[in-house]
C-alpha cells in the first residue's frame, strides 16, 4: 500500500496533466485532473524519491501490491503505458512464482569472497556454477601458480608445467603481465619481453627491454628501449656490433623528428651519437657509397656544415633532396630553376607559400606541354595524362590566394582542361574569360569555337536568320544554345583576331620607351604561349621547350645555354612570335573563308536569303583583310581573288532574292553595311560588257535598284559608274542628277526624265544579243519605282493608286521615300514640269507594259535567258506588271480600263493569273455602267483577294469614285508618319492582331460592308484591359527581376529560384516552344519546394537549380525564352502606343448612299474603305447625325 498510504493521496492524478503533456495519453481523453504546482505539490518530491529507492534496491523482482484502486491508478497506468509492468491477482501461481533458487550472482560473490582468501580451487567451482568463465579461468590460474611457488624447488617439471599453464591462461584472459612474470620464472625471456612489448603497453617497454638484453636480442631491445625513451640503452644496444650501425642512424632521425632528443640531458648520449654520425658519413663516403652516406648527412646538426660538406664535394643534387627535405623551399626552389626543372621548383614554390608565383608557373608549364609538345604546331592543345592532375593542382593553390585569383585560375584551367567541351560551355568561358580580362582565356576559347565551327558541316549551321543576328548579343544567344551560323562564326573569327592583331602591334612596338598596363597585358599573353620567362632585369627570356615549332632557324641559333636552361634575346622572341602570328592568321582566315564559301553555296530560300547575303558580305569582309598589305601572306592574293569573285557573283544573286521576297527592310540593313556597298563598287569592273567595256545592262539594272533604296552614292561610285558608262548616255545623265537630287533634293524633274529615259533605253535594246540583260522583275521593280516617283506630285493636290505592296517598298526606299517628302512640302507650288513628267512617265510604262502583256512569248523568254537562282518565274512577274498596271491607267487616266481588260483578256494574260483576281477582274466587263468608279471597286477588291488592297493616297476630286470601296484611304498628311502607315498596312510585323469587326446594319435594311479593322471593339477592349492589366503588371514584374539578375550575374541560387517562382505563371500560360511538359514540371517542384518546404527541402530545390545548369543546360533554355519575350513586350508596347496614336488621329471614311450605285452597276463589294485623314474625321463626326445608315469603323 505505497500510494494508499501515501500523503498525496487524490494528488497523484497530477499525473494524467504530464501523460497529456508527453502525448502518452490522448488529448481529447477526458480525464479529471488538477494543475501541477509546484507550492501545492511540494511532497511529491518526496514521495518520487521514495519510489525511486524502493525500484532500484530490487534484487530480482518487484511487487507493488496495493487494495484500493483510488489512488495507485494514475501511477500505475502510466507504467501501463510504457508498457514497463503486469498486473497480477493475488493467487498460487503468484506465490509459486516467488520462489526463487541461488541465483547466478549469489555464486559469483561467493566465487569472489573464496579467491580473496586464496581458497582458488572452491572459488573455481563457485566461479563456474556462475557461468563466469573469466573469473573461473584466474582462479584456475592463480591456482596453478600457488602449486608451482610450492613445488618447483622439489618438483622441477610440476613447477614449470604449472607456470606453463598458468602463463598460457592468464593470456587468454587478457593478464599479460601475469602471464610475462610467469615467462620469467620459467626463463623465457624472449617470450616475456614479446609480451610485455606487444601486450602491456609503454609503461613496460622498459621491462621488455631488459628481457631482450637478457635475451640477448639487440636489435629488439634498441627498438624498444628507443620507445621507452631510454636512450643511453638503446644506443647501448646499437653498439654492440656494426650490423646495428644503420638501425642506430634510423633511431637517431626519429628522435630529431620528434625532437626528443633535445630533451635529453644525457652529455653521453649527445657525444655518441656525435661521433655516431661523423664515423658514418666518412665511412660511407670513402666507399663512394652516396647513397648510403647521405642518410647520415642529414642527421648532422648543423645545416652550414651540411652544405658545406656537400659543396665541397660537389654533391648538388644531393644537397638540392636535403634542402627540400630541411625545408628550405626557396633555396630548394632556386636549384631547381637553376636545374630547369620546372615542376619541381613549382612544388617547392608551393611548399614555401608562395601559392601564386607556383600556380603561374605550373599553367605556364601545362600551356607549353599541351601547345608546344612533339609533333605539335601550337594547335590545337594536345591532350596527356597528366593534364587534369596538374590543373586541378593549379587550382587548390590559387584557392590558397584570393577568390579572384582563384576564379582567374579556373577560367583559365577549364580552357586549357582535356574534357570535351560544348558549344555553350565554350561561350561561357569565352564570357568568364573577358570578364576577368584573361586574355589567353579569350585567346584558347574563341579558337576553340572556331574549331568546333570550322569542323562541322555546312549543313549543321543555322541560315534562317533575319537582320539583328550579327549583334553580339545575338550571337552570344546562339552560342549557348549550342547553334552555329554564319554570323556566330564571323563574331567568334574577329574576337580571335582582334587579340592577334593587338598582339602583333605589341610585338612591333615592342621597343618603346615604357610599358603600360595594355602592353604587359599582350607581352604576358605571348609569353604564356610561347612558353617564356623572362630572366630577372636582362633582355632576354628562357625557352621552356627549345624544340618547340615557333622558333625560326634563326631563332634556334640564336640560342644560349647556361646549364640545363637556353636563353633567347627579347628581339629574336619577339620576331618568332609576329612570324609564327603572322601564319595563324592567314591560315585561320582561309579556313574560315573556305566555310563560308560551302555555306553561300546552299540553295537559297526565302527564310535564308538574308543571312546568305550577310555571309557574303563577310567573305568579302575577311577576304579584305586578309589582302591587307600588314597582314597578306605570300602566294595568297590568287587564292583571294576566288573569293573575290564568289562575293561579286553571289551577293547579287542573293541580295535579289532578299528584294524579290518582299523583306525590304532587311534590304536596306545590309545595304547600309559599308561592305555591301564597297562590294558594289568592286563588281562594276567585273560585269563589263566585250564589245565597249560598258557595264552591262543587268548590272547596271541590279546596280540601280540598290542605290535607289540604299539612297547612297558618292563621289568615289559615281566617277566609277561614269568610267564604265558613256558621258552622254542617259544612265550617266541620271546617275548624275541622282547624286544631285540625294545631296540637295533638287532637280526632280531632271531625275525622272533620265530615269523615264534610261528605262526606255534599256527597254528597246536588243536584249537576245546580250550576255547580261536585266532581268523582268528586277526592270518592273525600277518601272514600278518610276511610276510611284513620278506621280508622287499629284498627292498634293489630288490622288494616286497604287497597291499596298508597292507601297511598303516605296516607303522602304529611301529614294522615293525621299522624293514623296519633297512633294508634301506645304510652301512648294505646283510644277508644271512634273505634272507634265507624270503623265509621260506613266504613259511609258503603261505602253511598256501592254507592249510585254501582249507578247507573254517574250516575257517567258524574257524570263527564261535572265534566269538566275535569284529570279522570279514568269507568274509572279505577269502579275505584278497587271497590278502596277491597272492603278497607274486609274491615276493618270491614260486609258480605258475595260478596254485594257479586254486586250488582256484576248491575249490570255488572265488564265495565268490567280483565279480569285482574274475572275473579279473580268466580272468587270459585265457591268452595265462602265464607268472608272466602277472599275475602281473591282479592282480594289481584286486585289483584296489576292492579299495586296489597294492604296488610295491624296484628296480625290471627286468622293464619290471613294465611296463603297475596299481600300486604304491614306491623306497626305498621314504620309509624314510612315511608322503610323506602317503600322496599318503591315499589321503582323508589329505584333498586331488582325480581325474583323461588322458595321451595323443600314435603316433601309441593307447590310453594309464589313470594315478591316485593327483594334479591338471598345466593350470587348475593356473587358480585355481588365483582365489582362494584373498580368501585365506581374510581366512588367518578371522581366525586371530577369533584367535584374543577368545585369548580376546567375550566381545565387536563390535568386534564381525567386526568378522561377515569377515566371512560373508566365510559363504556364504561354507555353513557350522548347519548355516542354518535363521541364515545366521540374521548375513546378523546385518553385513548390522553395515555397512550402523545409531548410533541408529547400536544400533539395537549390540542388535541383544546379542540375538545370548541367548536361543541356536547361536553365539558360528558360532565360532564352524570357529574354525573347521580354524584347518582343518591349516592342508590342512601342507598336501599341504608334497604333493608339494612329487610331486617334484616323477617321471613318464615309460609306456611299444606298442610291449611289444602281442596279445596273456591280453588286455591293461587302467591305467598306477608311481614312486615316483627320479632317476627314472631324467631318465625318459633324454629319453623323444627318446622315443616315453610315457605317464607321477604323482601319
Given at each position: 500500500n505505497f500510494f494508499g498510504s501515501s500523503p498525496l493521496r487524490n494528488k497523484w492524478r497530477v499525473l494524467y496533466g504530464y501523460m497529456k503533456d508527453r502525448d502518452i495519453i490522448s488529448h481529447s481523453e477526458e480525464i479529471s485532473h488538477p494543475g501541477f504546482d509546484r507550492s501545492k505539490h511540494y511532497l511529491l518530491c518526496s514521495e518520487l524519491k521514495q519510489l525511486y529507492v524502493a525500484i532500484t534496491r530490487?534484487?530480482?523482482?518487484?511487487?507493488?501490491?496495493?487494495?484500493?484502486?483510488?489512488?495507485?491508478?494514475?501511477?500505475?497506468?502510466?507504467?501501463?503505458?510504457?508498457?514497463?509492468?503486469?498486473?497480477?491477482?493475488?493467487?498460487?501461481?503468484?506465490?509459486?512464482?516467488?520462489?526463487?533458487?541461488?541465483?547466478?550472482?549469489?555464486?559469483?560473490?561467493?566465487?569472489?569472497?573464496?579467491?580473496?582468501?586464496?581458497?582458488?580451487?572452491?572459488?573455481?567451482?563457485?566461479?563456474?556454477?556462475?557461468?563466469?568463465?573469466?573469473?573461473?579461468?584466474?582462479?584456475?590460474?592463480?591456482?596453478?601458480?600457488?602449486?608451482?611457488?610450492?613445488?618447483?624447488?622439489?618438483?622441477?617439471?610440476?613447477?614449470?608445467?604449472?607456470?606453463?599453464?598458468?602463463?598460457?591462461?592468464?593470456?587468454?584472459?587478457?593478464?599479460?603481465?601475469?602471464?610475462?612474470?610467469?615467462?620469467?620464472?620459467?626463463?623465457?625471456?624472449?617470450?616475456?619481453?614479446?609480451?610485455?612489448?606487444?601486450?602491456?603497453?609503454?609503461?613496460?617497454?622498459?621491462?621488455?627491454?631488459?628481457?631482450?638484453?637478457?635475451?640477448?636480442?639487440?636489435?629488439?631491445?634498441?627498438?624498444?628501449?628507443?620507445?621507452?625513451?631510454?636512450?643511453?640503452?638503446?644506443?647501448?644496444?646499437?653498439?654492440?656490433?656494426?650490423?646495428?650501425?644503420?638501425?642506430?642512424?634510423?633511431?637517431?632521425?626519429?628522435?630529431?623528428?620528434?625532437?626528443?632528443?633535445?630533451?635529453?640531458?644525457?652529455?653521453?648520449?649527445?657525444?655518441?651519437?656525435t661521433k655516431y654520425l661523423d664515423n658514418c658519413a666518412q665511412h660511407y663516403f670513402e666507399r663512394g657509397d652516396i647513397k648510403h652516406m647521405m642518410p647520415f648527412v642529414k642527421a648532422f646538426s648543423s645545416m652550414d656544415y651540411v652544405r658545406a660538406f656537400l659543396n665541397s664535394r660537389n654533391l648538388v643534387d644531393e644537397l638540392l633532396s636535403l634542402e627540400m627535405e630541411m625545408g628550405n623551399f626557396l633555396e630548394a626552389a632556386g636549384i631547381a630553376k637553376h636545374n630547369g626543372d620546372v615542376l619541381l621548383e613549382v612544388d617547392m614554390l608551393e611548399k614555401a607559400g608562395l601559392f601564386e608565383d607556383a600556380t603561374r608557373l605550373l599553367l605556364l608549364h601545362i600551356i607549353v606541354d599541351s601547345l608546344w609538345s612533339s609533333n605539335s604546331r601550337g594547335w590545337p592543345p594536345k591532350r596527356y595524362a597528366e593534364k587534369e592532375q596538374l590543373l586541378s593542382k593549379a587550382k587548390e593553390m590559387a584557392e590558397k590566394v584570393s577568390e579572384c585569383f582563384y576564379c582567374f585560375v579556373c577560367v583559365e584551367a577549364d580552357a586549357l582542361s582535356d574534357v570535351n567541351k560544348s558549344l555553350p560551355s565554350l561561350n561561357c568561358t569565352l564570357v568568364e574569360g573577358r570578364k576577368c580580362a584573361n586574355l589567353l582565356v579569350e585567346l584558347v576559347a574563341s579558337r576553340s569555337i572556331l574549331d568546333v565551327h570550322l569542323q562541322s558541316r555546312a549543313s549543321g549551321y543555322n541560315i534562317e536568320l533575319g537582320p539583328g543576328s550579327e549583334d553580339e548579343n545575338s550571337c552570344n544567344d546562339m552560342l549557348a544554345s549550342n547553334q552555329m551560323s554564319p554570323q556566330t562564326l564571323f563574331y567568334v573569327w574577329n574576337n580571335w583576331k582582334s587579340i592577334i592583331i593587338k598582339v602583333l602591334s605589341q610585338l612591333c612596338h615592342a621597343d618603346g620607351p615604357e610599358l603600360n598596363d595594355y602592353a604587359v597585358m599582350y607581352e604576358d599573353l605571348c609569353a604564356k604561349y610561347f612558353g617564356l620567362r623572362k630572366d630577372g632585369e636582362a633582355d632576354r627570356y628562357v625557352v621552356l621547350n627549345v624544340n618547340a615549332s615557333w622558333l625560326s632557324t634563326a631563332g634556334r641559333n640564336s640560342l644560349q645555354q647556361d646549364g640545363n636552361r637556353c636563353f633567347l634575346g627579347a628581339p629574336q622572341c619577339y620576331s618568332c612570335a609576329q612570324c609564327f602570328w603572322m601564319n595563324e592568321l592567314s591560315s585561320v582566315g582561309f579556313s574560315v573563308l573556305k566555310k563560308l564559301e560551302a555555306i553561300v553555296q546552299i540553295s537559297p530560300k526565302s527564310s535564308s536569303s538574308y543571312t546568305l547575303v550577310r555571309t557574303i558580305l563577310i567573305i568579302n569582309e575577311i577576304a579584305k583583310f586578309l589582302e591587307e598589305p600588314q597582314f597578306s601572306m605570300p602566294k595568297s592574293s590568287m587564292k583571294l581573288r576566288s573569293f573575290f569573285v564568289l562575293c561579286g557573283r553571289r551577293f547579287f544573286e542573293l541580295v535579289f532574292l532578299v528584294w524579290r521576297d518582299g523583306t525590304t527592310r532587311s534590304l536596306l540593313r545590309l545595304l547600309d553595311s559599308p561592305a555591301a556597298y564597297g562590294l558594289i563598287a568592286d563588281s562594276l569592273n567585273s560585269n563589263l560588257r566585250p564589245a565597249n567595256k560598258n557595264l552591262t545592262h543587268g548590272h547596271l539594272g541590279r546596280t540601280t535598284m540598290l542605290l535607289l533604296h540604299a539612297a547612297q552614292l558618292d563621289e568615289a561610285l559615281l566617277s566609277r559608274l561614269l568610267q564604265y558608262l558613256d558621258n552622254s548616255s542617259d544612265w550617266a545623265e541620271f546617275f548624275q542628277y541622282f547624286k544631285r537630287f540625294l545631296d540637295s533634293g533638287g532637280d526632280r524633274s531632271s531625275l525622272i526624265s533620265n530615269f523615264k529615259r534610261s528605262l526606255e533605253f534599256t527597254f528597246n535594246v536588243k536584249w537576245k544579243d546580250e550576255l547580261d540583260y536585266i532581268s523582268p522583275i528586277c526592270y518592273v521593280g525600277l518601272m514600278e519605282c518610276l511610276g510611284f516617283m513620278a506621280s508622287s506630285c499629284l498627292i498634293q493636290n489630288d490622288f494616286i493608286c497604287c497597291t499596298k505592296s508597292l507601297l511598303v517598298n516605296m516607303l522602304e526606299c529611301r529614294t522615293s521615300k525621299v522624293y514623296i517628302d519633297t512633294c508634301l512640302v506645304s510652301n512648294s507650288s505646283p510644277d508644271s514640269d512634273l505634272d507634265r513628267l507624270a503623265y509621260t512617265s506613266g504613259r511609258f510604262i503603261y505602253q511598256t507594259i501592254m507592249a510585254i502583256l501582249t507578247s507573254k512569248h517574250m516575257l517567258q523568254e524574257w524570263v527564261h535567258k535572265t534566269s538566275c537562282p535569284s529570279s522570279t518565274s514568269y507568274k509572279p512577274v505577269l502579275l505584278r506588271l497587271v497590278v502596277t498596271l491597272y492603278p497607274l491607267i486609274l491615276t493618270l487616266s491614260l486609258g480605258n480600263c475595260y478596254e485594257?481588260?479586254?486586250?488582256?483578256?484576248?491575249?490570255?494574260?488572265?488564265?495565268?493569273?490567280?483565279?480569285?483576281?482574274?475572275?473579279?477582274?473580268?466580272?468587270?466587263?459585265?457591268?452595265?455602267?462602265?464607268?472608272?468608279?466602277?472599275?475602281?471597286?473591282?479592282?480594289?477588291?481584286?486585289?483584296?483577294?489576292?492579299?495586296?488592297?489597294?492604296?488610295?493616297?491624296?484628296?480625290?476630286?471627286?468622293?464619290?469614285?471613294?465611296?463603297?470601296?475596299?481600300?486604304?484611304?491614306?491623306?497626305?498628311?498621314?504620309?509624314?508618319?510612315?511608322p503610323k502607315i506602317m503600322a496599318l498596312l503591315c499589321p503582323e510585323e508589329a505584333s498586331y492582331v488582325k480581325q474583323e469587326t461588322p458595321l451595323p446594319e443600314k435603316s433601309d435594311g441593307n447590310k453594309s460592308g464589313n470594315v478591316i479593322s485593327g483594334n479591338i471593339p471598345k466593350d470587348a477592349q475593356d473587358n480585355e484591359m481588365e483582365r489582362s492589366s494584373e498580368m501585365d503588371l506581374a510581366d512588367e514584374i518578371l522581366f525586371e527581376k530577369l533584367e535584374t539578375l543577368r545585369a548580376e550575374g546567375l550566381k545565387n541560387p536563390r535568386d534564381i529560384i525567386e526568378l522561377l517562382v515569377s515566371a512560373l505563371p508566365w510559363l504556364e500560360s504561354n507555353t513557350p516552344a522548347g519548355i516542354d511538359k518535363r521541364l515545366l514540371d521540374d521548375v513546378r517542384r523546385i518553385c513548390s519546394e522553395f515555397e512550402n518546404g523545409s531548410d533541408r527541402v529547400r536544400g533539395r530545390a537549390f540542388l535541383a537549380v544546379e542540375k538545370l545548369r548541367q548536361g543541356e543546360n536547361k536553365l539558360q533554355l528558360i532565360l532564352r525564352v524570357l529574354t525573347e519575350a521580354s524584347l518582343r513586350r518591349i516592342e508590342s508596347e512601342a507598336t501599341k502606343k504608334s497604333m493608339n496614336d494612329w487610331s486617334s488621329d484616323a477617321a471613318v471614311q464615309p460609306q456611299a448612299d444606298a442610291d449611289r450605285c444602281s442596279d445596273d452597276d456591280e453588286p455591293d463589294t461587302g467591305e467598306a474603305g477608311a481614312s486615316t485623314s483627320k479632317k476627314a474625321a472631324q467631318k465625318q463626326k459633324s454629319k453623323k447625325k444627318s446622315k443616315k445608315s453610315k457605317g464607321r469603323g477604323k482601319k
Open positions: 530490487t534484487r530480482q523482482r518487484l511487487w507493488i501490491c496495493e487494495n484500493t484502486e483510488d489512488y495507485c491508478r494514475p501511477m500505475f497506468d502510466y507504467w501501463k503505458k510504457l508498457c514497463l509492468v503486469e498486473v497480477r491477482l493475488l493467487d498460487s501461481s503468484l506465490i509459486q512464482a516467488m520462489q526463487t533458487g541461488s541465483s547466478s550472482d549469489d555464486w559469483r560473490l561467493r566465487g569472489t569472497k573464496l579467491f580473496n582468501e586464496g581458497q582458488f580451487e572452491m572459488a573455481t567451482m563457485c566461479f563456474e556454477k556462475a557461468g563466469d568463465a573469466h573469473r573461473e579461468k584466474l582462479a584456475r590460474a592463480a591456482g596453478l601458480v600457488a602449486t608451482a611457488n610450492r613445488v618447483i624447488s622439489t618438483n622441477l617439471e610440476l613447477g614449470k608445467a604449472s607456470l606453463q599453464t598458468a602463463s598460457e591462461i592468464y593470456e587468454s584472459i587478457g593478464m599479460h603481465e601475469k602471464a610475462a612474470t610467469c615467462y620469467i620464472k620459467l626463463g623465457d625471456y624472449k617470450k616475456a619481453g614479446m609480451v610485455y612489448m606487444q601486450k602491456c603497453g609503454t609503461s613496460k617497454l622498459e621491462d621488455a627491454g631488459d628481457c631482450f638484453a637478457m635475451a640477448e636480442c639487440w636489435s629488439e631491445a634498441a627498438e624498444v628501449f628507443l620507445k621507452a625513451k631510454c636512450y643511453t640503452k638503446c644506443f647501448s644496444m646499437c653498439s654492440k656490433g656494426k650490423k646495428l650501425f644503420n638501425l642506430g642512424l634510423q633511431f637517431l632521425q626519429q628522435l630529431e623528428e620528434e625532437h626528443s632528443l633535445e630533451n635529453s640531458k644525457s652529455l653521453e648520449v649527445s657525444a655518441i651519437r485594257v481588260t479586254h486586250n488582256l483578256l484576248r491575249n490570255e494574260v488572265f488564265k495565268d493569273l490567280p483565279v480569285e483576281f482574274s475572275q473579279k477582274i473580268v466580272h468587270a466587263l459585265q457591268i452595265k455602267s462602265r464607268t472608272p468608279s466602277n472599275f475602281t471597286r473591282v479592282l480594289a477588291d481584286a486585289l483584296a483577294a489576292i492579299g495586296d488592297n489597294m492604296v488610295v493616297i491624296g484628296t480625290p476630286k471627286s468622293p464619290v469614285d471613294c465611296q463603297n470601296l475596299n481600300a486604304y484611304m491614306i491623306s497626305k498628311e498621314d504620309l509624314y508618319d510612315v
